[in-house]
């Protein structure tokens, strides 16, 4: 998927647990992206990396947080504070911020 | 809230017809669009864009159009297949959304052999 790695396919996360998300890409993009999509909905965005070591929330970033550490990672952790994680979750990346993004394969995320 | 069970909207096309998705988008400030085909359990594929100083633009088998006084974008497949079975969406950016795209609800394409 335009290497654009997310890992792992499925997940399953227990009551009050915190879980992380996986996102790797190869394309030395400067941008990183993580969508929410739920059943026949379209993609809502929970943060977004313009640069190394910055990010900015997005529409629901809500019971999710982000690191940036570097250019290549973008790790999304659902917090237990986010009360209805189960959705599919995107990782996409873009050259420059506001370009066409590329996605990963997606991580299905479901509650215990 | 959030909304759950709803059903996006279904085009249904015979294999070999021509397929029109349509789009409208909310920002007149937007100066430039995407399309997105994402087949059940992947991520979105990109398929075509178009910027804002363009009314067409054609890929292999897809156009692109785009009017921007009724802020409406659609997206033509010439020869359906049924490999083009999936869920469209549009995408928009506008300079002032600091890099954000903002998506469409989707389309669901149905081809039927």
């Known amino acids: 998927d335009g290497g654009i790695t997310q890992s792992p396919k499925y997940l399953f996360r227990k009551e009050g647990q915190n879980v992380t998300l996986s996102c790797e890409q190869n394309?030395?993009?400067?941008?990183m992206y993580w969508y929410r999509q739920d059943p026949g909905q379209g993609l809502r965005l929970i943060y977004y990396?313009?640069?190394?070591?910055?990010?900015q929330k997005g529409d629901i970033a809500e019971g999710y947080s982000v690191s940036r550490e570097k250019k290549e990672s973008f790790p999304l952790t659902v917090t237990s504070a986010q009360k209805n994680p189960t959705a599919f979750y995107l990782c996409?990346?873009?050259?420059?911020?506001?370009?066409?993004?590329?996605f990963g394969s997606g991580t299905q995320l479901s509650v215990l | 809230g959030e909304s759950v069970g709803l059903h996006l909207p279904t085009l249904s096309v015979q294999e070999g017809d021509n397929s029109i998705i349509n789009c409208a988008y909310s920002?007149?400030?937007?100066?430039?669009f995407i399309w997105y085909k994402q087949e059940s359990g992947k991520g979105p594929q990109f398929i075509i864009d178009?910027?804002?100083?363009?009314d067409k633009r054609q890929g292999q088998r897809v156009t692109v159009l785009l009017n921007k006084t009724v802020k409406h974008l659609s997206l033509q497949i010439a020869a359906t297949q049924p490999g083009d079975s999936a869920v469209y969406f549009c995408?928009?950016?506008?300079?002032?959304?600091?890099?954000?795209?903002?998506f469409g609800q989707g389309t669901e394409l149905s081809v039927k052999p």
């Open positions: 920002n007149s400030a937007s100066d430039y």
């Open positions: 996409a990346a873009a050259a420059l911020a506001g370009e066409k993004l590329f």
């Open positions: 394309l030395n993009h400067d941008a």
């Open positions: 990396s313009q640069i190394v070591n910055d990010f």
């Open positions: 995408a928009e950016n506008t300079d002032n959304q600091g890099g954000k795209l903002i």
């Open positions: 178009i910027r804002s100083n363009m």
